[in-house]
T-cell receptor, first 111, second 121 residues
Framework: KQEVTQIPAALSVPEGENLVLNCSFT??????LQWFRQDPGKGLTSLLL?????REQTSGRLNASLDKSSGRSTLYIAASQPGDSATYLC??????????FGKGTKLSVKP | GAVVSQHPSRVICKSGTSVKIECRSL??????MFWYRQFPKQSLMLMAT?????????EQGVEKDKFLINHASLTLSTLTVTSAHPEDSSFYICSARDARTGGVVAKNIQYFGAGTRLSVL
């Protein structure tokens, strides 16, 4: 059974700092891995999607890496801003089916 | 980008009533939609997979007679929580997978609605 773990559960940083969020999964046979952002009371915004054959994806200040063999992914956020404050979710897909989510990392960026 | 509309965003109801939640893909067709549930401080957990024109597939431990799913068209799936009880209070969110063949489906890109916060008194 696939399990997704995110560390840390919560993170508070000053504005401008670079930071890394971690995600690990127990079954390396994944189809793809996605990072989402969830704002309080809101739905999910997809940030980055990494196919199983890829090693990383970049979008603006965000960079996500994937190491299938070790069952790990990281989300790197450069020059953090208060607007980045949200809960970040990592999810893996089994085949072309549903996503299995971690519990998320709640990020707070202080001005 | 693709948009998924989910309504209502928040429901407060009395115990024993039924609540219907709609999930619509606005600018694409979705043969498959997924329904997830999130309890406080927990992960989003899949409840069921909804396929257009056929019966939904429920995850273990999810009562199909309590959580009725209908996916009658390529743009609409509904989840009805029948005889809701306080323990059903949760955040329900749907996602839709683009039905187009080729690149998008192959990447298994799913678009999420904004979610429904259900509170049963």
């Amino acid at each position: 059974k696939q399990e997704v773990t995110q560390i840390p559960a919560a993170l508070s940083v000053p504005e401008g700092e670079n930071l890394v969020l971690n995600c690990s999964f127990t079954d390396s046979a994944i189809y793809n891995l996605q990072w989402f952002r969830q704002d309080p009371g809101k739905g999910l915004t997809s940030l980055l999607l990494i196919q199983s054959s890829q090693r990383e994806q970049t979008s603006g200040r965000l960079n996500a890496s994937l190491d299938k063999s070790s069952g790990r992914s990281t989300l790197y956020i450069a020059a953090s801003q208060p607007g980045d404050s949200a809960t970040y979710l990592c999810a893996v897909a089994r085949s072309q089916g549903n996503l299995i989510f971690g519990k998320g990392t709640k990020l707070s960026v202080k001005p | 980008g693709a948009v998924v509309s989910q309504h209502p965003s928040r429901v407060i109801c009395k115990s024993g009533t039924s609540v219907k939640i709609e999930c619509r893909s606005l600018d694409f067709q979705a043969t498959t939609m997924f329904w997830y549930r999130q309890f406080p401080k927990q992960s989003l957990m899949l409840m069921a997979t909804s396929n257009e024109g056929s019966k939904a597939t429920y995850e273990q431990g999810v009562e199909k007679d309590k959580f009725l799913i209908n996916h009658a068209s390529l743009t609409l799936s509904t989840l009805t929580v029948t005889s809701a009880h306080p323990e059903d209070s949760s955040f329900y969110i749907c996602s839709a997978r683009d039905a187009r063949t080729g690149g998008v489906v192959a990447k298994n890109i799913q678009y999420f609605g904004a979610g429904t916060r259900l509170s049963v008194l």
